[in-house]
């Protein structure tokens, strides 16, 4: 599906030569992750672009069946001669904390995270954050850990520019220049981003907030569309001016 939308003078482009690929909330949904990839290595193949790069906007854990999986799968090679850069979402955030401090494993356990943890095998008694030894679990969750999969989540940026278009997890604050949004606002923010008309400087490109399809507006494009909720998993297709999606 392709679609041409923009309300400015010009329309907003990516570098020429470059054809980029973002990728939405995959949440250790690996077999669409996979089926993904090879739509991305197929269509990539269609289009004369000498650069191709690859921006997953977070969220790769929590909630779905696998993140272990989908974890290995972006550690790997799975599109060769692609440049990929990796966003952080608020659920690597959550990992990152609780490795770090074991007293926040029942908030990150409520939104997904036991799952994250049975993918790594981690032992959590009858699956209840309740019954848990947060301190033991968390030992118990960086002895499993592969080392790199810890090199993964601590290289995570919080965003990144191609062109005309910002892509960050789950948005900005309004009337903010990029170098002075705050970590939080990035990772988490909602309504104060989605509901608001103003131009951010380019066209923001996130995932965080799940629809039923991509949310297309004049400052923003959303492709959060809830793989982990039975919905598709999507990735926007940049090159030049034109813009398409491809979906599973």
């Known amino acids: 599906m392709a679609v041409r939308e923009w309300s400015g003078h010009r329309a907003p482009s990516v570098p020429s030569g470059s054809v980029v690929y973002a990728i939405g909330d995959i949440h250790g949904e690996t077999v669409k992750l996979d089926r993904l990839h090879r739509q991305i290595l197929a269509d990539a193949e269609r289009r004369p672009a000498h650069r191709r790069v ?38 690597e955030d959550f990992l990152r904390q609780f490795l770090e401090h074991a007293g926040s494993m029942s908030t990150w356990f409520f939104n997904g995270g036991m799952r994250t943890l049975e993918s790594y095998d981690v032992d959590v008694p009858g699956h209840d954050p309740s019954l848990a ?58 309504d104060d981003f989605l509901d608001s008309e103003t131009d951010h400087g380019r066209i923001v490109v996130h995932g965080h907030t799940p629809r039923d399809a991509v949310e297309i507006r004049p400052n923003r494009i959303g492709i959060d569309t809830g793989a982990v909720y039975g919905g598709r998993l999507t990735a926007l297709v940049l090159e030049g001016t034109q813009r398409a999606f491809l979906q599973v």
Do not use: C, K
Not at 162 to 172: I, P, Q, S, T
Not at 173 to 189: E, K, N, Y
């Open 54 to 91: 690859a921006v997953y906007l977070g969220d790769y854990i929590d909630r779905g069946p696998d993140s272990a999986g989908a974890v290995d799968r972006l550690i790997a090679d799975t599109l060769p001669q692609f440049e990929r850069v990796f966003l952080m979402g608020n659920h």
């Open 133 to 190: 030894d947060s301190r033991r679990v968390r030992r118990e969750f960086a002895s499993l850990l592969p080392a790199t999969h810890r090199r993964f989540f601590e290289a995570l940026t919080l965003y990144h520019v191609e062109g005309d278009y910002l892509f960050v997890h789950a948005g900005v604050r309004p009337g903010r220049p990029i170098d002075a949004q705050s970590p939080a606002d990035l990772l988490w923010i909602r």
